[in-house]
C-alpha cells in the first residue's frame, strides 16, 4: 500500500539533527525503578522510566539557559502496560525531541479512602506526583504546575511539594489507548504546565455501551494483533501482549493484601474499575482545553478497537479534510477558537502501531507538538 495515500498530506521538511541530537546514546533496554506512593489514605505500588538522551553539553547548556531545549515529554501507555514497554517508541521520542526527556509514569489503580480520587482521578494526581519527583531529582522544576487537591502525596515516605530549582520546563502529555485519555486529562487538569497533547491509537473518543462492549471489541483486536507474529512483528506482539498480562495480574494480585490490610473487600476489583475507566468519553463537554497550544492525533489504518471508521472516517485510507473538519469541531471546538494547531493522521499499523511502525509515529507526534529537534519552520499547518 503507498504510503502516500494513507497519510493526509502535510507539507514538512526535516532538516538533519543537530549535532547534540545525533550524538545522543540510550541503553538497550530502560531501568525500570519502583516506588511506592501514598496518596487518599492508601500506598500503592508506582513505577517510572525516565529516558534522558541529552549529551553532557546539552545538560550544561540546559542549565546555563534555565531550561531544556523543549517540553519534557510524558508518555501514558497502553491499558496494562508497564513503563519500559513500546520502548522502540519512547526512545525515539527521547532522541528525536527537542528537550530529550521522556518519562512514562505507571502506578496502580488508586482505591483510597475518599472515592471521588479513586481510578483514573487519583492517577491524576498520583502520576503528576511522579513526574515531580523524577524532575526534581534531574535539578528540573515544572513551569506552571499547581496541585489539584491539599490531599497529602508522599513517595517513599517524602512528601512530594514543588521543590525551586533553576531549571524549569513545561510538559507535553502523549498518551497510547487507554493511555490517551489519561493523556488528555492531563493537560485539562495542568493547563499551565502542559503545552501540547499527542494521541496515538486512542481511546476516548467513542461512546462505548459498557466495558463489556469494549472488552469485546478489544479481545478481537487482540486476535488481529496475534496474527502480526506471522508477518514479520512477532517480537513486537509478544512484548505488548505480554506488557498487558503483566500489568493486569500485577494490579489485581497486589489488590489482594491491599484489601485484605484496609479491610476493604471493594479493592480487588479495583483493576476492573481501571477497565471502565477506558470507556470514558472524551470531549470539552468534561474535559476542555483551553490553551494548548498543538494537538495530535493518530489512528492506525488496521485498528478494529479504535477504528478511526467510528469517528467518521469513512474511508480510512483517504480522509477528506470536510471529516477532519468534523472531528476536530466534535472533539475540540474549544482548542479551535483558541487557535491550537492540529494534526490528524491515519497511519498503518494495528493497536500497537505506535510500536510496530515506531519511527513513523513518533516523528509525527514530535512535529506536530513542534517537539521536532532541528526542525524546519516551513511546516505547513493542518486543520485535518
Given at each position: 500500500?503507498?504510503?502516500?495515500?494513507?497519510?493526509?498530506?502535510?507539507?514538512?521538511?526535516?532538516?538533519?539533527?543537530?549535532?547534540?541530537?545525533?550524538?545522543?546514546?540510550?541503553?538497550?533496554?530502560?531501568?525500570?525503578?519502583?516506588?511506592?506512593?501514598?496518596?487518599?489514605?492508601?500506598?500503592?505500588?508506582?513505577?517510572?522510566?525516565?529516558?534522558?538522551?541529552?549529551?553532557?553539553?546539552?545538560?550544561?547548556?540546559?542549565?546555563?539557559?534555565?531550561?531544556?531545549?523543549?517540553?519534557?515529554?510524558?508518555?501514558?501507555?497502553?491499558?496494562?502496560?508497564?513503563?519500559?514497554?513500546a520502548y522502540k517508541f519512547t526512545a525515539k521520542l527521547a532522541r528525536m525531541s527537542r528537550s530529550g526527556i521522556v518519562i512514562v509514569p505507571v502506578c496502580d489503580t488508586p482505591y483510597g479512602k475518599d472515592e471521588n480520587w479513586r481510578g483514573d482521578r487519583g492517577k491524576d494526581v498520583v502520576l503528576m506526583a511522579i513526574v515531580l519527583h523524577v524532575?526534581?531529582?534531574?535539578?528540573?522544576?515544572?513551569?506552571?504546575?499547581?496541585?489539584?487537591?491539599?490531599?497529602?502525596?508522599?513517595?517513599?515516605?517524602?512528601?512530594?511539594?514543588?521543590?525551586?530549582?533553576?531549571?524549569?520546563?513545561?510538559?507535553?502529555?502523549?498518551?497510547?489507548?487507554?493511555?490517551?485519555?489519561?493523556?488528555?486529562?492531563?493537560?485539562?487538569?495542568?493547563?499551565?504546565?502542559?503545552?501540547?497533547?499527542?494521541?496515538?491509537?486512542?481511546?476516548?473518543?467513542?461512546?462505548?455501551?459498557?466495558?463489556?462492549?469494549?472488552?469485546?471489541?478489544?479481545?478481537?483486536?487482540?486476535?488481529?494483533?496475534?496474527?502480526?507474529?506471522?508477518?514479520?512483528?512477532?517480537?513486537?506482539?509478544?512484548?505488548?501482549?505480554?506488557?498487558?498480562?503483566?500489568?493486569?495480574?500485577?494490579?489485581?494480585?497486589?489488590?489482594?493484601?491491599?484489601?485484605?490490610?484496609?479491610?476493604?473487600?471493594?479493592?480487588?476489583?479495583?483493576?476492573?474499575?481501571?477497565?471502565?475507566?477506558?470507556?470514558?468519553?472524551?470531549?470539552?463537554?468534561?474535559?476542555?482545553?483551553?490553551?494548548?497550544?498543538?494537538?495530535?492525533?493518530?489512528?492506525?489504518?488496521?485498528?478494529?478497537?479504535?477504528?478511526?471508521?467510528?469517528?467518521?472516517?469513512?474511508?480510512?485510507?483517504?480522509?477528506?479534510?470536510?471529516?477532519?473538519?468534523v472531528f476536530w469541531m466534535k472533539y475540540y471546538p474549544g482548542a479551535i477558537a483558541d487557535g491550537a494547531r492540529r494534526t490528524f493522521k491515519v497511519f498503518p499499523g494495528t493497536h500497537i502501531g505506535p510500536v510496530s511502525h515506531s519511527d513513523m509515529y513518533a516523528r509525527e507526534v514530535l512535529v506536530g507538538l513542534d517537539q521536532m529537534v532541528a526542525?524546519?519552520?516551513?511546516?505547513?499547518?493542518?486543520?485535518?
Amino acid at each position: 500500500m503507498r504510503r502516500d495515500v494513507v497519510l493526509v498530506t502535510v507539507g514538512v521538511l526535516l532538516l538533519p539533527f543537530s549535532s547534540h541530537a545525533a550524538e545522543r546514546q540510550l541503553k538497550e533496554i530502560p531501568e525500570t525503578r519502583c516506588l511506592k506512593v501514598t496518596f487518599n489514605g492508601e500506598t500503592i505500588n508506582a513505577f517510572y522510566v525516565i529516558i534522558d538522551a541529552r549529551t553532557p553539553k546539552e545538560k550544561e547548556t540546559d542549565r546555563k539557559h534555565g531550561q531544556p531545549g523543549g517540553a519534557v515529554l510524558v508518555f501514558f501507555q497502553g491499558h496494562g502496560q508497564r513503563p519500559a514497554d513500546a520502548y522502540k517508541f519512547t526512545a525515539k521520542l527521547a532522541r528525536m525531541s527537542r528537550s530529550g526527556i521522556v518519562i512514562v509514569p505507571v502506578c496502580d489503580t488508586p482505591y483510597g479512602k475518599d472515592e471521588n480520587w479513586r481510578g483514573d482521578r487519583g492517577k491524576d494526581v498520583v502520576l503528576m506526583a511522579i513526574v515531580l519527583h523524577v524532575l526534581q531529582k534531574e535539578g528540573i522544576a515544572i513551569d506552571g504546575y499547581k496541585p489539584l487537591t491539599d490531599m497529602t502525596v508522599a513517595i517513599e515516605g517524602k512528601e512530594i511539594t514543588p521543590q525551586m530549582s533553576d531549571v524549569k520546563a513545561k510538559l507535553a502529555a502523549i498518551g497510547w489507548s487507554h493511555g490517551a485519555i489519561l493523556a488528555r486529562r492531563y493537560a485539562h487538569y495542568y493547563p499551565e504546565a502542559v503545552v501540547g497533547l499527542g494521541h496515538v491509537c486512542p481511546a476516548g473518543y467513542k461512546q462505548w455501551a459498557g466495558s463489556v462492549h469494549l472488552a469485546g471489541r478489544f479481545a478481537w483486536e487482540g486476535l488481529h494483533i496475534g496474527t502480526l507474529v506471522f508477518r514479520g512483528n512477532a517480537g513486537d506482539t509478544l512484548s505488548c501482549g505480554w506488557g498487558l498480562t503483566k500489568g493486569m495480574v500485577g494490579d489485581f494480585c497486589r489488590s489482594i493484601p491491599d484489601g485484605i490490610g484496609a479491610l476493604q473487600p471493594l479493592k480487588f476489583g479495583r483493576s476492573c474499575r481501571d477497565v471502565r475507566e477506558c470507556t470514558l468519553y472524551c470531549d470539552d463537554s468534561n474535559l476542555p482545553l483551553p490553551g494548548i497550544g498543538n494537538i495530535v492525533v493518530i489512528f492506525g489504518l488496521d485498528d478494529t478497537c479504535m477504528d478511526p471508521r467510528d469517528y467518521g472516517i469513512k474511508n480510512p485510507e483517504n480522509p477528506t479534510q470536510e471529516e477532519g473538519e468534523v472531528f476536530w469541531m466534535k472533539y475540540y471546538p474549544g482548542a479551535i477558537a483558541d487557535g491550537a494547531r492540529r494534526t490528524f493522521k491515519v497511519f498503518p499499523g494495528t493497536h500497537i502501531g505506535p510500536v510496530s511502525h515506531s519511527d513513523m509515529y513518533a516523528r509525527e507526534v514530535l512535529v506536530g507538538l513542534d517537539q521536532m529537534v532541528a526542525q524546519a519552520t516551513t511546516r505547513t499547518r493542518s486543520n485535518l
